[in-house]
Structure formats: C-alpha cells, structure tokens
C-alpha cells in the first residue's frame, strides 16, 4: 500500500508540474477570438476612413502579416509601389491585369494567377502561390473591405490610391440615413444613434447587445473616470485594455464626432455603473 | 473476464446501431437530393445539455478513447513481435510475457469501445450538425468501421483466450497468424478514424462549399492522412511500451519474491526498449507531419509553428526532454545487473552532460522573442509570428545529439555483460569512435552553418541531412559491433532484478510524460482549426470557437491525464483481483 500511495503520489507531482510550467513558465497569450464581419457603414466614410478600415482587415481579420511580415515568408507589400509595375512587364506575367490596381487586386482574389519569383509553393517552381484566396475559405472578404484593403495597400505602398469608396455593401442592406458623402452630416443626440453609427457595440457589449472584441463597457463608469474615457476615445492607443489588441478601437473618433457628440459619449458612459 | 467480454460486444453493438441511425439516416436523406453543401451553423445549433460545456466533454472523452485506443492498438503489434521472437528462440519467457501483455489490454480493450461509444454520443449530442455533415461523407466507413469493430473483438478475444489452447507447432502457427490480423484489423480501425479527423483539418472530395462529390476514397485519401497515419502508428507503439513499462514498474515494486522481481525487472526492460526504439524515429515523423501541413497550407502551417503555439512546442520540448532522460536514466540503472558494465560507468557521467547540454538548447526560445507586446506589434490581432523557423536548426541539431547519445547509452548497455574475442577489437573500437565523432561533427556543421549562415527560407535545409547522418550513424554503428561482438562470452549470467527501485520510477515518469505529451499533442493538431470544424469549410460557430490559453489546455490535459491513469490503475488491479482466489471457510455447503 504504501508503494502504491507513493507511485500515485509521484505521477499526480509529475503532472502538477507540467501543468504549473504551462501556466507559469510561460506566457499566456490570448489568442484572438474567431474574426467576425466589420459593421461597415460606406456611406458616411471617407477615404480616411475607408482607409483605416483597410489598415484594420489587413492586420486583423485578413491575416495578412501572417506571411507578409519581415520574416521572408512572402514579399514585403509596403514595397508595393514600386514593384507592382515590374511584376506587369515582367515576361512571366500571364494574368488578366492591366494597370496597378488590377494587378493588386488580382493578387488578392486568383493569388496564383502570377507568383512572385521564389515565393511559390515547393516543387511548383512559381506557378502556384501559397497565398489562399481572399475572398472565400478562411479569410473571407467582402467586396467592400476587398476594397478598402487595395487602397490601404496603394497607401502603404506610396501610390495613388486610385480604388474608389464602393456605394453600396453588395447585397447587404444599406444604411437609409446615411447623408451623401461630401455633405455634413447632422449630428446625432442620442447615445444610441451614435453606437449604431459607429458600430461601438460591433466590439463592446454595453446592456443588451453584445460584442466582445473589446472590453464590456456596460459598467464602465464605476471604474473609469471622464478623463480616462475620454482619452479612451480619442487616442485609444495611449493605453490598452488589459488583454485586448491594440489597434482594433477606431483611432480617428476624434475626427469623426463633433464635439456636442464627443461630450455625449463620455456622458453616458461615465454614467453606467 | 466474461463480464469485460460481453462488455465489449455490448459496446460495439451500440456503437453500430447509433451509427447506422446517425450515420446513414442523414445520408439517406441526402441521396434523394444529392449532397448539399456544409450546413452553415449559428450559436443556437449547439445544443447545451444538462449545462455542461460540450468543447471540455469532446475534448476530454476523445482524449481518453485516444489514450486507451492507441494502447490497446499498440499493445498486439509488439506482441505479435515478442510471440515470434519466442517461437524462434523456443525460449518460453517469451510466450510467456507476450501473453502478460496481451492480458493487461483486454480490460483497457472494452474501455476503449465504451469510451468510443461515449464520444459517438457525445458528438451527436453536442455538436449534430457537424456529425451530421461528417456521416454523410464518411457514411461507409463509419458502417465498416462499426462492423470492422465487431471483428477486431471476436479475433482479440480468440487470440487472447485461446492462447493456451493453440500451442505446439501447427497450433502455434495459427496462433501467430491470428495475432497477425488483430493487428491488419486494428490497423484499419485506427486508419479510418484518421481518415474522419484528417479531414476535417484537409478536407478533400468537396467544392469549397462543402459539397461532397461522392468519391468516399478521395475524402478518406487527403492530404494529411498519412502524414498523422505514420505519426500515430510509430507513436502508439512508443505509448503501448511505456504503459507497459508501468506496469511491470508497479509489480516490481510490489513483487515478494526475488523470482518475480527478476520476472518483472526483465519485462520493464523490454517495455522500455519498446518504447525507445519507437520512440527515436517519432521527432522525425513529426517534423515530416508539419512539413506536410506546412505544404497543405502556409496559412496552418505558420499557425502550427508560430503565435501561440510556438509556445506549446516549448512545453514539447521540455516533455520530449524529460522522456529521454528518463529513458537514460533506466539505462543507466540497468547496467547494475551486469557485473561486466563497471567498466562503462566513467562514460555515463558525459552522456548525461551532452543529453541534459541538449535538453536546454532545445528549450531555450533563443530566437523567439514572443511577448505579449512583441506579438501584438508585430502584427494583427490573429496570429503575428515569430519564426521557430529560425531556431529550427538549433533544435534540429540538439535533437539529433539526444537521440545519438541515447543510442550511445543503449550500445554501451548492450556492452556492458560481453567480452568481445575478436582479433580486432581495438581497430573496430576505433572505427566505432570515428564514426560517432563525425557524426556529431557533421550534425554540428550542418546545424551552425544553416542556422546562423543562410538566410531564412533555408535553414529548414539542415533537417533532412541531420537526419540521415544520425541514421547512418545508428545503422553503421549496430553493424560494426555485431561484427566486433560475435562470438563475444559474457562476463557472468546478467542479475534480473538487481535495479534500484529508483530506476521504476523513470519507467512511471516516462508513462505519464508520454500520456500528458500525447494530450498536448491533441490540443494542438485539433487546436490549428482554429474556430473551424472542417477547415475553410465548415466554420465552428459556437461560443467555444475561440481557441484556448495553453495554460487552460495544459490543465484540461492534467486533468483527462488523471481521469485516464486512475481508469489504468483500475485496469491493472483487475487484471490481478482476477488471478487471486479466496477461500470463504465455511460458506458454501460442503
């Protein structure tokens, strides 16, 4: 018996310790939760904005800088720009595209349609990419944040972003409300006017609707001040959340609201407790 | 024994009639129509059943089917060895521990169909739309596999049973060959249900919609199904002997006479030699596993080795570390039954160096600078990667040396109870030095040049030859000391049972760091779905999409790695309670 008690006693000590170093020895990182679809209100964007939304799916829900990232895994596209053309007059080339913005979007949508010298799968010799198609399988864009993501890509790469802001989401519903771009809009006076234009609760859950990319806000006032949310709001980035991703929040409230909307905000949410 | 006899069959006649009624209900539903694409699934279409966490039930019960299965699959391959191996030699100790073996997994072998038919229901239960979709698939696979199931019993059971029966010459014979289609039966069994899991992670015979074309071979035959084929059958046999090796552990220890102590001293030893012999090719046939992923699918790929799962190869190597040490270890101990290995026992002390230099190098993430703030500036909130790819050779060459030293440990063991009568000897113990100072030479090069002096794409480059200098080693190295050893005399009958009880303890460690790496192992393969049941196919929608922390799956593990050993333990009691008689004085009626 006590053989048997100090065996059992040795494996449970044994497999405590692999648990403890598990937890202890090294990071816990969150993985991301499963990406889900942006609250995309065209209307009402400006290329700013649809920009940013660009910057947003490239890092985020595109799984981009999975592989295009400094680690050689596949061409750096803040060189874009000037390679874009190259590729084009390259005699390899065989796809359909005719200017830059053709050629990136083709990119993105037959990745195999031309691939870049070196970068194919193994035993391909360049004819097949390794990239998966954007628009279906894992990575699953819409033809709206397809777009936005050509023109951050245009951006970042130093060229004219020439892909215009689509007018309308394809066959998802528009917003009926929205003013014409260009036209000031009117502000908003209720708080929740201003989460449904700005989608807050696409991330947070304040009462009843939930996201939770972000952090509950539904008790927000009881721990953060005016000033914290405030500054929340505006540089989102200054501070992070515990256990959040940086550069999620929108970074550009501060010219998007105007300030009666602003004050709204952090009224309101200072006062849920 | 009846009891676990009827058992089973109980079990594996559930299993068919749940699985004719889940499996080709829907499919017949289907026919009419043709297939449809996969279903696309809301929160609401998980059922939530008596309030349990239906992920934590799936993941704990397909663990325990998984560690019971490979046990009760592995077991018949080695004995199906050491029976042949008695035949040959006539030496009954053989038959006998054969036997031995075979008689520890009967119990776990009815476990292992009630467990399967748990996880059937569980999957029905918790996730319908997924099982639903799958059965209309694999529809006749899952009816084979049911009926396959039902053969594998009858044949175990005969093996089993009648193993006193067919004795002596034709007898034995038949013997052998029905231990041979236990093992072409359990084979398949494992086989299909690989097909099942491979192709939920590289799905194959659908359109991207789902839609299945109605060619069942083609699904079964996708990408990655002999990749995870291999690995699962090289590491079962690595499992079954370290379990194994437990149990002989535990009877050495309990044992009262000297006679059993040298019985069970010697079963742990071949246990443990199981264990190690396939437990050297297994890193191989898991690099070539992510290779393969890695070539499906960059996207999995760097999923596997990077983000947070690069972490999880940390714990592996730690794990990994901890087997072949105790591995060693044994070994080492083992010498104590030779009287001729005190001349060995100054080489020990730097094998232990090299194993635990090795050890370190291959957990320490030199390159992988993985905080929580360097991941998140690296990229998006998904997966920002930090390349293992970098510190691939580093581990590459680190792993090689363990295994070559392991070796070492091994052929020294071999040694230490001969004298070798060649005129020779010492030219061939030179070779024998050369060759291994190549070899760890040669490894080195390869490893340093490729991991410091190319760039990135090519410092996988270094594997391959590593790999084939630490197999030419090996192989080169048991022939010449064959050669340099035959016709060697022994320097005195070897002492079975003269081992510390120490030395048991390294067989238990090197069980539960197998069941807990297997675990581990588990979670990641089914952990780079990420929030998909059929990758790019069939999105998981549930609320437990989201992937875990590893220290969550860690303790999941620990937790299912407890579940698991106290249902061992409960088989080996049995397997003993059945051989004890009690004598009631005075019950029964004279």
Known sequence: ?273 | MRKTLSFGFLASLVALVVCVLAGTGPALAQEAAGFGPAPVLTAADYPTVAGVNGRLVIWIVAQLHLWFAAFVLAVPIFVFIIEAIGMRTRDKRYDDMAYEFIKVSITAYSITAILGGLLLFSLILFYPHLFGYLSTIFSKSMFYYALLFFGESAVLYLYYYGWHWLQGDLRKWIHLSLGLLLNAIGTTLMLLANAWLTFMMSPAGVDPAGVFNGNEWEAIHNFLWNPINIHRFVANIAYGGSIVGAYAAFKFLTARTSQEKAHYDWMGYNANFIAICALLPLPFAGYYLAAEIYAYSQQMGITLMGGIFAWLFIIQAVLIGALFLSANYYLWCGMGRSDGARRYYWAIKYIAIVLIGAFLVWFTPHTLVLTNSELKSLGGPHHSILGPLGIMPAKNTAVNLMIIFTFLSFLIYRRSNKVATVSWEGMGNTLQVALFTAGILNILFLGIYHGYFTNTVYKVAASIPQVLTTFVVIVVSLVLDSFIYRGARDVGPLHWGRIPDRAQYALFLLAVAFTWLMGLMGYIRSGIRQHWHVVDIMRDNSPNAFTPTLGYAANVVSVAAVIFLTLVIFVFWIAKVSSVKTLPAGYWKE
């Open chain 1, 1 to 273: 018996m006590r053989q048997f008690l100090s065996v059992i006693a040795f494996m449970l000590i044994v497999i405590g310790s692999f648990s403890a170093y598990s937890n202890l020895g090294i990071p816990q990182i969150e993985p991301a939760p499963p990406p889900t679809e942006e609250v995309i209100d065209l209307g009402s964007m400006d290329m700013g904005q649809f920009l940013a939304l660009g910057d947003r799916i490239f890092n985020g829900k595109g799984t981009c800088t999975l592989c295009h990232n400094s680690l050689g895994r596949a061409p750096m596209l803040d060189q874009i720009g000037s390679n874009a053309q190259a590729r084009l007059d390259d005699a390899r080339y065989a796809g359909s595209a005719t200017d830059i913005e053709g050629y990136l979007r083709e990119s993105l949508t037959d990745p195999s349609a031309y691939v870049v010298a070196g970068f194919g799968k193994a035993g391909t010799n360049d004819t097949e990419s390794p990239m998966p198609g954007t628009e279906s399988g894992s990575i699953a864009l819409s033809g709206p944040e397809l777009a936005a993501v050509l023109a951050f890509l245009q951006d970042n790469g130093g060229l004219e972003v020439t892909v215009e802001i689509p007018t309308d989401m394809g066959d998802e519903a528009t917003d009926e409300n929205a003013a014409e771009p260009g036209e000031p809009r009117a502000p908003f006076t209720s708080f929740q006017d201003l989460s449904d234009e700005f989608a807050c609760e696409a991330c947070h859950t304040i009462g009843e609707e939930a996201g939770d990319l972000g952090p509950n806000l539904s008790a927000i006032g009881a721990t953060r001040d005016r000033d914290y949310i405030r500054r929340a709001l505006l540089d989102p980035n200054a501070e992070i959340a515990e256990g959040f991703e940086e550069g999620m929040m929108p970074d550009d409230l501060g010219t998007q609201l105007y300030a009666t909307e602003l004050e709204l905000l952090i009224d309101h949410l200072s006062q849920l407790k």
